[in-house]
């Protein structure tokens, strides 16, 4: 039998980033998403709008010095003209909001969304969400998580069942939030005033 030999599935040339210092490992039991699983996340409740809230958006945005900001494989500009401070945002962050604002979906009742009048608010919530599943496409083939679904015999339901209840092994979120908490941004962006020497961008 072969052995598994973690020292020939190293990272090859990966991409730096700032928050490199709060890399840690561990194995996690997933929660299935299934009634009885208990997870804060589930459903349309001020409760649990607070639970996404807590995952990323009072960290969303960070603050790095110039040191950190050269090395990014993608220019990022600074705040402002009075500070040598640059702004950038750690993609699991993006990708949460984009998976609340799919989770919203699920409860028109409680978030409606115009998707269909054909006015400009409705073709932009349809933009805006086409970005979101496109980058979660992507974001989840580039990690492609290898971990194991298994079937198993329900007595219950007479039949065979995937059992999504699996061991992964995951970046630490709570070292990478703690991180972000650390780095959270000062001061924002004006979104429509021009930094000197911010990077220019090419892809529009």
Same mark, same amino acid.
Not at 5 to 29: F, M, V
Not at 102 to 126: F, H, I, Q, W
């Given at each position: 039998?072969?052995?598994?030999?973690? =020292? %020939?599935?190293?990272? @090859?040339?990966?991409?730096? #980033?700032?928050?490199? +210092?709060?890399? /840690?490992?561990?194995?996690?039991?997933?929660?299935?998403?299934?009634?009885?699983?208990?997870?804060?996340?589930?459903?349309?409740?001020?409760?649990?709008?607070?639970?996404?809230?807590?995952?990323?958006?009072?960290?969303?945005?960070?603050?790095?010095?110039?040191?950190?900001?050269?090395?990014?494989?993608?220019?990022?500009?600074?705040?402002?003209?009075?500070?040598?401070?640059?702004?950038?945002?750690?993609?699991?962050?993006?990708?949460?909001?984009?998976?609340?604002?799919? =989770? %919203?979906?699920?409860? @028109?009742?409680?978030?409606? #969304?115009?998707?269909? +009048?054909?006015? /400009?608010?409705?073709?932009?919530?349809?933009?805006?969400?086409?970005?979101?599943?496109?980058?979660?496409?992507?974001?989840?083939?580039?990690?492609?998580?290898?971990?194991?679904?298994?079937?198993?015999?329900?007595?219950?339901?007479?039949?065979?069942?995937?059992?999504?209840?699996?061991?992964?092994?995951?970046?630490?979120?709570?070292?990478?939030?703690?991180?972000?908490?650390?780095?959270?941004?000062?001061?924002?962006?004006?979104?429509?005033?021009?930094?000197?020497?911010?990077?220019?961008?090419?892809?529009?």
């Amino acid at each position: 039998m072969q052995r598994h030999d973690a =020292r %020939k599935h190293y990272i @090859p040339n990966e991409i730096y #980033t700032p928050a490199q +210092s709060a890399i /840690e490992y561990q194995n996690i039991l997933f929660a299935g998403g299934l009634k009885g699983d208990g997870s804060k996340y589930l459903g349309s409740t001020p409760e649990v709008d607070e639970a996404w809230d807590d995952l990323y958006n009072k960290t969303l945005i960070s603050q790095i010095l110039p040191d950190a900001a050269a090395q990014l494989p993608n220019a990022t500009t600074r705040f402002s003209n009075d500070t040598d401070y640059h702004i950038v945002e750690l993609d699991v962050f993006h990708q949460l909001h984009c998976l609340n604002m799919l =989770r %919203k979906l699920v409860y @028109p009742d409680a978030y409606p #969304t115009d998707l269909l +009048s054909g006015s /400009e608010e409705a073709e932009g919530n349809v933009f805006h969400l086409e970005h979101c599943y496109e980058q979660l496409r992507q974001s989840l083939q580039c990690a492609s998580d290898l971990a194991t679904i298994t079937w198993q015999w329900s007595r219950k339901r007479k039949g065979f069942v995937g059992n999504v209840h699996t061991m992964h092994t995951c970046r630490n979120f709570d070292k990478i939030h703690e991180w972000s908490v650390k780095n959270v941004a000062a001061q924002e962006l004006n979104f429509f005033e021009y930094v000197e020497g911010a990077p220019i961008f090419e892809n529009e």
